[in-house]
């Protein structure tokens, strides 16, 4: 970024100066008490995101009316009562140099209970995605709708915010109030265009009466609905406009998508960096309201660009400041380098509140742990620790410990670190996920922690380096029956048929050099032949990118799997993106089935819940994904000769998000797990 940044520099909106360009935008995110009232743990996350730079915080959604909660633990800014609490979030803020608006909403159709208690619509129709009918408002509940979103801002202004934003975006009551497609009334509130802008429109005119002329109104709007049958930019303009012309609307914050397209709400990686930035600009252009661009930013100099280019006034980010919540001061002190990069996964922000458990983050172990993982202590002792990997958890060990003052050495035998981030990037759309381990080379790099790669550590190698203690993150391999030396000592753990591809005792499995693993794959170490079985127990990207992959590569591929879905427990909207992307190419997916035999007739699949069988012949290549073991035997050498603790796939072959946690969590217990070795 030559000369002087824009994002840093301040902004006017309605009597109130923000320092910078930089929002978080609004996301829920499960901090709340079970009853939806603030928590310490809440102000402690948008205190730190205050801290770290950014101008102006707006919170997740809060329901303005007891039945508009998304899920029993959403804010709940109706309630009087709850105003301590929320100043207390206010309180936690402004000391930082922040402002912060309050979301408003109304969850309407949309719900993560399932199933969900009762649902306001304009009229009876399920959501597409979500399925659950709904309740046709009649006029008393769009009264206590009008009325509730005027409490609501008056409650928050009470608690000190310093503005409110209504949402009419991707999910929620209002938006679908103003979409044709939900709107099916023939009153005053539907019909045409006017009858479907009077609720929001009535809403905001009763907000302006009840906070007065000076407090900022923010409308987050929907620009897009990415359906079929849902609405597009033009009408999405043309909502906006009618908004503008009220005289009520401070800003728009630009948004897309809805629960029937899910994965435009929060659009993962296989949806382009900037894939919105057209919409943010014909906001921009349509109306005289300032606007808060969205949607997958996270290098500031594309944000810089945008401002620029005068496409937005405000860069709007959710993930990369959950990720991130220092990138603002990062910017403005030119640190660029260490700005920890959103790998736009889900896997942890979104997946967790969908299950409405508290915010996590794959990049950043502190995200949602603010209160207890704050900012890093000191090391009282420094000491020398070697670290026996380059994979993430390693890295991500090196990198804690080394920030803490410790002396790191870490040893890594492939010429490049990443470990198995390196193959997972090169899966289709994945290259970002190699993001991860790239930030934390540079900042071990960056740190001065000694990096040897290409090198073996052995257990004399290490004796004699002499380090005061051993973290061993060795990674995993791929669980290949009958080849691995741990199948020898340990029983099957089933004898045949259902399941049994986890006991090892799958026919023709351990010779058939037709059998591969997905690391094989994904190496480049085997090339598969035309004819391709997946066998996924994996349920995440290990078979699912394999098997795209492969596709690329113009094989036929089936998958097979026991479970009733590919992917089961991929995040939903990088599952729907996955789908939508194999199933035009022709992936074959047989769920609910097993490999019972491998021989030279064919590979001979089951059926886990009837047991019937089926032949599929002429497959060239079977690639299992059906667990992986630890690499621990450097662990189990060195454990009675030094200090040693194992972490990341080393200790149990799980997600990048664990191995990550792990290595940040061995940083920083270092000392008492020295003290717990003796
Ligand atoms: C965990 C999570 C919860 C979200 N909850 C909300 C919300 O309460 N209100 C809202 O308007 N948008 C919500 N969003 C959407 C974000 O505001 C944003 O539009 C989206 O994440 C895309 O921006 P990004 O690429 O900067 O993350 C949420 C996003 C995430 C990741
Ligand atoms: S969990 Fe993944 S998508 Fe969510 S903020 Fe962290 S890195 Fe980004």
Redesign the pocket.
């Known amino acids: 970024m030559a000369g002087e940044s824009l994002l840093w520099t301040p902004f006017r909106l309605r009597g109130l100066e923000l320092r910078n360009r930089f929002v978080l935008?609004?996301?829920?995110?499960g901090l709340d008490a079970p009853d939806g009232t603030p928590t310490e743990d809440l102000a402690a996350y948008y205190a730190t995101r205050a801290r770290g730079g950014a101008g102006l915080i707006v919170t997740?959604?809060h329901a303005m009316h007891p039945i508009g909660q998304m899920s029993p633990n959403y804010g709940r800014a109706w309630d009087r009562e709850a105003i301590p609490a929320y100043r207390r979030i206010v309180d936690a803020v402004h000391p930082h140099g922040a402002h912060v608006f309050a979301?408003l909403s109304h969850a309407g159709h949309t719900s993560l209970s399932h199933p969900p208690r009762e649902l306001w619509a304009p009229s009876q129709m399920p959501e597409p995605y979500s399925r659950y009918n709904t309740v046709e408002m009649g006029p008393a509940e769009i009264e206590a709708v009008v009325e509730g979103f005027a409490v609501s801002a008056v409650n928050m202004r009470e608690a000190g915010y310093d503005g409110v934003e209504i949402?009419i975006?991707h999910d929620g009551l209002l938006r679908s109030f103003v979409s044709p497609f939900f709107n099916r009334r023939q009153d005053a509130y539907g019909g045409s265009f006017e009858n479907r802008m009077r609720l929001p429109l009535e809403v905001l005119a009763a907000m302006r009466d009840a906070v007065g002329p000076d407090w900022p109104i923010s409308v987050?709007l929907c620009l897009h609905e990415y359906t079929p049958f849902g609405y597009g930019l033009d009408y999405g303009l043309e909502v906006g406009r009618a908004l503008a012309e009220s005289g009520h609307v401070d800003l728009f914050s630009s948004?897309a998508g809805s629960f029937s397209s899910f994965w435009m709400?929060?659009?993962p990686a296989a949806v382009p960096q900037l894939a919105f930035n057209d919409l943010n600009a014909a906001l921009k252009r349509a109306t005289p309201v300032p606007v808060v661009a969205?949607?997958?930013?996270k290098k500031p100099a594309d944000a810089e660009r945008i401002l620029r280019e005068g496409d937005a006034d405000l860069i709007?980010?959710?993930?990369?400041l959950i990720a991130d919540p220092e990138l603002p001061n990062k910017v403005r002190e030119r640190r660029l380098r260490e700005v920890r990069p959103c790998i736009a996964c889900n896997d942890a922000?979104?997946l967790q509140?969908m299950q409405r458990d508290p915010?996590r983050c794959v990049s950043n172990p502190a995200a949602g742990r603010e209160l207890r993982r704050g900012a890093l202590t000191p090391a009282a002792t420094p000491r020398h620790v070697a670290v026996i990997g380059g994979g993430p958890a390693g890295l991500s060990a090196a990198v804690t410990l080394a920030r803490r003052g410790h002396r790191v050495t870490l040893f890594e035998r492939e010429s490049e670190p990443g470990g198995l981030i390196r193959l997972a990037a090169r899966q289709p759309l994945h290259a970002e996920i190699g993001e991860s381990v790239l930030h934390l080379a540079s900042e071990a790099e960056r740190l001065g922690v000694d990096v040897r790669l290409g090198v073996e550590a052995t257990v004399s190698a290490i004796e004699t380096l002499g380090p005061d203690a051993v973290v061993v993150a060795t990674g995993s391999r791929p669980y290949m029956p009958g080849r691995d030396a741990l199948d020898g000592p340990s029983p099957p753990l089933a004898s045949e048929g259902l399941w049994a591809s986890m006991g090892g005792l799958v026919p023709g499995v351990a010779d058939d050099p037709r059998v591969v693993s997905t690391d094989d794959v994904m190496s480049g170490r085997v090339d598969a032949g035309p004819s391709v079985v997946v066998l996924d127990r994996n349920a995440h990207w290990e078979a699912c990118g394999t098997a795209e992959f492969l596709l690329e590569a113009g094989r036929q591929v089936e998958f097979v799997t026991p479970l009733g879905a590919a992917g089961a427990d991929l995040e939903p909207s990088n599952a729907a993106l996955f789908y939508q992307r194999v199933r035009p190419r022709g992936l074959r997916i047989t769920l609910h089935t097993d490999i019972r035999s491998i021989g030279p007739d064919g590979v001979v699949a089951v059926d886990v819940h009837t047991n019937e069988e089926r032949t599929l012949r002429d497959v060239d290549t079977i690639v299992l994904a059906i667990g992986r073991r630890s690499n621990d035997a450097l662990y189990w050498a060195l454990r009675e000769r030094l200090p040693t603790f194992r972490i990341g796939d080393c200790r149990a072959p799980r997600l990048l998000q664990h191995a990550i946690y792990d290595g940040d969590t061995i940083g920083r217990e270092f000392e008492a797990r020295l003290a717990e070795a003796g």
């Open positions: 935008l609004a996301h829920w995110n997740g959604s979301q949402k975006g987050r948004d709400e929060v659009p969205f949607g997958r930013i709007g980010m959710a993930r990369q922000c979104v509140v915010i």
